[in-house]
């Protein structure tokens, strides 16, 4: 049950049970029959309420059961007193002043009813989720299956980060940063590594990847070089539905599917990788998990520095935005914007969407922001 946080519900979860399930002490002290203190402040100790071991019997007139915090209320008791406020001796207690009836006393039901909906099918499932539904006796929570992921890197010169770099050698940035999104993301990832500039090695692990995966995401060779392979064995083995995007960073991209399972092809400059795992891959896998995708929050704010942009493309330029002391947004990119510069991706807070027909942009434009969310944030 344990499993389910970040998992998306199958079917609606309900009480099994009224939380609480009996009326019971909000404090340590002692339940009583408030009406009785009119007749003196003294009443006759006649036992105990713990947690887990009642006291069964009714609360005779002019009698007090000593009651701990979660034990039911006895028959008959309406208030509890704070053990605070009583004085003690031998089998009698005396009350202070100020006792209100009905007082520390959590009723039955008050949370939660019997076959209430706790949360909708559909909703992603929180540690919150998790503790009521445990408090209101669920013993296993039905939840979609989380999608299987698998995801490799292609490049002959990609290294794992941490060897020692050898010459031309690139560390492999784009599969542990997507790797570590995707465990955000609640899905299950199978780490398939970095694969050479190989037809055949790409293929054979695409064959692989499709008899363990929903879907699969690659990094690199999806542009037109000549050790560019993916796009070919993608086609081999399936199809490729969409090659090359109107974005920046991210133009060749590649959607298709092998065999049949759906395939992201994602360019291997490392911001285009994530910008595009970002924008295009995300809300495919939301979906998947079996939610509604959300989208981005789009704001205004004022560029605080010109901007370069070539018509033609939409832009996702990293920006860090923030607001002034009058309260209001402003923007300005974040270093340089080459789909190689991870720094900057590092520092930004949001992506400035410049449309695709746009150009160069003046400092105090305004330009729509959107605020990183997660996986980024
Ligand atoms: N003549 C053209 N050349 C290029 C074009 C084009 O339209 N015409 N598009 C450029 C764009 S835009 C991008 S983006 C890249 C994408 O190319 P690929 O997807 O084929 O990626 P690679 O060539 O394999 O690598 C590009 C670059 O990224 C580095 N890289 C690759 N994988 C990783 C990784 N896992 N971690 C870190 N860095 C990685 C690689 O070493 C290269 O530097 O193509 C342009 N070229
Ligand atoms: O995706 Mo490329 O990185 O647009 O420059």
């Known amino acids: 049950m344990a499993d389910a946080a970040g998992r998306v519900l199958a079917e609606p979860m309900l009480a099994k049970i009224d939380l609480p399930a009996f009326d ?29 071991a009642p006291f069964e019997n009714p609360v005779s007139p002019g009698c007090a059961v000593r009651i701990m915090t979660g034990a039911a209320i006895p028959p008959g008791a309406d208030t509890v007193v704070m053990q605070e406020y009583v004085r003690v001796k031998g089998d009698r207690i005396f009350i202070g002043n100020g006792v209100e009836e009905g007082e520390h006393i959590r009723r039955r039901g008050e949370d939660v009813q019997t076959g ?3 949360l909708a099918s559909g909703q992603q499932v929180t540690t919150a989720h998790i503790a009521l539904a445990a408090a209101a006796g669920i013993g296993s929570i039905v939840a979609i299956r989380r999608p299987v992921v698998a995801v490799f890197s292609t490049g002959d010169e990609l290294q794992q980060p941490g060897t020692a770099l050898t010459a031309g050698g690139v560390y492999d940035s784009n599969r542990v940063a997507l790797v570590s999104a995707l465990r955000q993301m609640h899905v299950e990832v199978l780490d398939l590594g970095i694969l050479p500039d190989d037809p055949l090695q790409i293929s054979n692990a695409l064959e692989n990847a499709v008899t363990k995966a929903d879907v699969i995401i690659t990094s690199g060779g999806v542009s037109v070089g000549e050790a560019d392979y993916t796009r070919e ?25 092998v065999r049949d399972t759906p395939l992201f092809g994602l360019p291997g400059n490392p911001v285009a990788a994530l910008v595009t795992f970002y924008q295009l891959v995300v809300p495919a896998l939301e979906k998947l998990r079996g939610l509604t995708p959300k989208a981005q929050t789009s704001l205004h704010a004022r560029l605080i520095s010109p901007l ?70």
């Not at 019971?24 to 887990?52: C, P, Q, T």
């Not at 993608?234 to 991210?250: D, H, N």
């Not at 493309?313 to 860090?320: I, L, N, W």
């Not at 935005?321 to 009058?326: I, V």
């Open 24 to 52: 019971n002490s909000a404090m340590d002290g002692y339940a009583i029959r408030r009406r009785d203190l009119s007749g003196g402040r003294s009443l006759k100790l006649a036992g105990k309420s713990f947690a887990g």
């Open 116 to 118: 209430s909906e706790l």
């Open 308 to 377: 370069k942009k070539k018509i033609g493309r939409v832009d996702f330029q990293r920006g860090f935005y923030a607001r002034n002391q009058q309260s209001e947004l402003e923007v300005a990119a974040v270093g340089q914007q080459g789909s190689h510069i991870l720094s900057g991706l590092a520092k930004a807070n949001c992506f400035i969407v410049l449309p695709r027909d746009s150009g160069d942009q003046s400092a105090g434009n305004q330009v729509e922001i959107t605020p990183f969310l997660s996986p980024f944030a």
């Open 233 to 257: 064995v993608i086609e081999a083995l399936g199809e490729i539905c969409l090659w090359k995007i109107a974005m920046k960073p991210g133009k060749p991209f590649a959607f298709g599917r």
